[in-house]
């Protein structure tokens, strides 16, 4: 059982990007899912999370607004999509399967002019 990340890049700020997470091995449907970043010396934060359905999805102050997590179970995929990109979003970006305490690998977003 795995989740992997992609879709992180160098971008400018203000710019968008949209990270995915596929889970293989399993599947999360019916389960909330997370993304989390960690930067450079920082500890790592939940960036937002989405609930298995009809429940309201969380956001971090710092990026309310400005992200949207979504999810396709029958991809078994979830999606971050980023805009207004600042560069204090730099940060490996991970997901989360909490049910599972399963972890990605994590994928690299950079914000640089």
């Known amino acids: 059982v795995r989740l992997v990340e992609s879709g992180g890049d160098l971008v400018q700020p203000g710019g968008s990007l949209r990270l995915s997470c596929a889970a293989s091995g399993f599947t999360f449907r019916g389960h909330v899912m997370r993304w989390y970043r960690q930067a450079p010396g920082k500890e790592r934060e939940l960036v937002a999370t989405?609930?298995?359905?009809?429940?309201?999805?969380f956001y971090a102050d710092s990026v309310k607004g400005r992200f949207t997590i979504s999810r396709d179970d029958a991809k078994n995929t979830i999606y971050l999509q980023m805009s207004s990109l600042k560069p204090e979003d730099t940060a490996v970006y991970y997901c989360?399967?909490?049910?599972?305490?399963?972890w990605g690998q994590g994928t690299q977003v950079t914000v640089s002019s």
């Open positions: 989405i609930p298995s359905a009809g429940g309201s999805t």
């Open positions: 989360y399967a909490p049910a599972w305490d399963l």
